[in-house]
């Protein structure tokens, strides 16, 4: 399994961006995919999940972004894309997506990561 993160950048606060994680294997569409972001001197944080959908496809999402963040899976594009809208400043970090046969929030109990991809929102 393979995974590319893109779609970082640089916005303002209230801006949008559009984070796509591309995943190869035969078997991924049964995996949950993941998104989890890292700022500088903190600890990397789960954000977003979705889950496969033979077990329902289902979503959550941290607190701090419910409502604004949107995750979906786009099999016929093998993206997992998560939709960021009402950016700010305390959303500036590396943000990773990662996959793994189950369904956890903890970045331990994921197996395989993407690159990760800077998201920095100005005040």
């Known amino acids: 399994v393979q995974l590319q993160a893109s779609g970082g950048g640089l916005v303002q606060t209230g801006g949008s961006l559009r984070l796509s994680c591309a995943y190869s294997?035969?078997?991924?569409?049964?995996?949950?995919v993941g998104w989890f972001r890292q700022a500088p001197g903190k600890e990397r944080e789960f954000v977003a999940k979705?889950?496969?959908?033979?077990?329902?496809?289902?979503?959550q999402y941290t607190d701090s972004v419910k409502g604004r963040f949107t995750i979906s899976r786009a099999s016929a594009k093998n993206t997992v894309d998560l939709q960021m809208n009402n950016l700010r400043p305390e959303d500036t970090a590396v943000h990773y997506c990662?996959?793994?046969?189950?369904?956890?929030?903890?970045?331990?109990?994921?197996?395989?990561w993407g690159q990760g991809t800077q998201v920095t929102v100005s005040s």
């Open positions: 979705i889950t496969w959908s033979g077990s329902g496809g289902g979503t």
């Open positions: 990662a996959a793994d046969p189950g369904s956890a929030f903890r970045p331990t109990d994921y197996t395989y």
């Open positions: 294997g035969r078997t991924f569409r049964v995996y949950t």
